[in-house]
């Protein structure tokens, strides 16, 4: 039987609340008709980010704590291959994230474990757990979209003009048939 993939957990507001590419679409409202949650669309990025990220690699789940939010009872949905919980009312996202953990470990499960929280980080460490910093999440989503950004880039200008598609020998008897040379 194969070993099941490593856990990612997320801390997700600690990752939105550390980077600008998340809190600038903070209050930026979703298109969806009556949705008035202000962080609606930096979750959404997050997400997509998340996804992006795990490819295959980790089972990825992104916990938000829904204590604070416009709808605290949100349904936990897999979206892009990333489960998304939101604490229950009255439970924190710490709390849910030390939960996974530990049910990681009873199944000797490599996990690692994604926030800036010292609190968390203290408390989720050691074998087979890795802490990593929502810095170093916020640095690798960065690559990866500017990799994305530099292969659409590459490939749009590879294909703009017939003659950029033309082989040396086949373009140098067109130069000559245009009197280019």
Request: charge should be negative.
């Given at each position: 039987?194969?070993?099941p993939?490593?856990?990612?957990?997320?801390d997700?507001?600690?990752?939105?609340?550390?980077?600008?590419r998340?809190?600038?679409l903070?209050?930026q409202?979703?298109?969806?008709l009556?949705?008035?949650?202000p962080?609606?669309r930096?979750?959404?990025?997050l997400?997509?980010d998340?996804?992006?990220?795990?490819q295959g690699?980790?089972?990825?789940?992104?916990v938000f704590?829904?204590?604070g939010n416009?709808?605290?009872e949100?349904?936990?949905?897999?979206?892009?291959?990333?489960r998304t919980v939101?604490?229950?009312t009255?439970?924190?996202?710490?709390?849910?994230?030390e939960?996974l953990v530990?049910?990681?470990?009873?199944?000797?499960?490599?996990?690692t474990?994604i926030t800036s929280?010292?609190?968390?980080?203290?408390?989720v460490?050691?074998?087979?757990?890795?802490r990593?910093?929502s810095d170093?999440?916020i640095a690798?989503v960065g690559?990866i979209v500017e990799?994305?950004?530099a292969a659409?880039?590459e490939?749009n200008?590879?294909?703009?003009?017939?003659?950029?598609?033309l082989d040396?020998e086949t373009r140098?008897k067109l130069d000559?048939l245009l009197?280019r040379?």
């Amino acid at each position: 039987m194969a070993r099941p993939a490593e856990l990612l957990v997320v801390d997700g507001y600690n990752v939105i609340h550390k980077s600008q590419r998340y809190m600038g679409l903070v209050d930026q409202p979703s298109g969806r008709l009556g949705d008035t949650d202000p962080f609606d669309r930096a979750r959404q990025l997050l997400i997509a980010d998340v996804a992006a990220y795990a490819q295959g690699r980790y089972e990825a789940v992104v916990v938000f704590d829904a204590a604070g939010n416009v709808s605290p009872e949100r349904p936990n949905l897999t979206v892009a291959g990333v489960r998304t919980v939101f604490s229950p009312t009255g439970e924190d996202a710490d709390s849910v994230i030390e939960r996974l953990v530990t049910e990681a470990r009873h199944h000797v499960r490599a996990v690692t474990v994604i926030t800036s929280d010292n609190t968390i980080r203290a408390t989720v460490g050691g074998v087979p757990v890795t802490r990593v910093s929502s810095d170093v999440l916020i640095a690798d989503v960065g690559a990866i979209v500017e990799d994305v950004r530099a292969a659409n880039e590459e490939r749009n200008h590879q294909h703009l003009t017939l003659e950029d598609r033309l082989d040396p020998e086949t373009r140098q008897k067109l130069d000559r048939l245009l009197g280019r040379i």
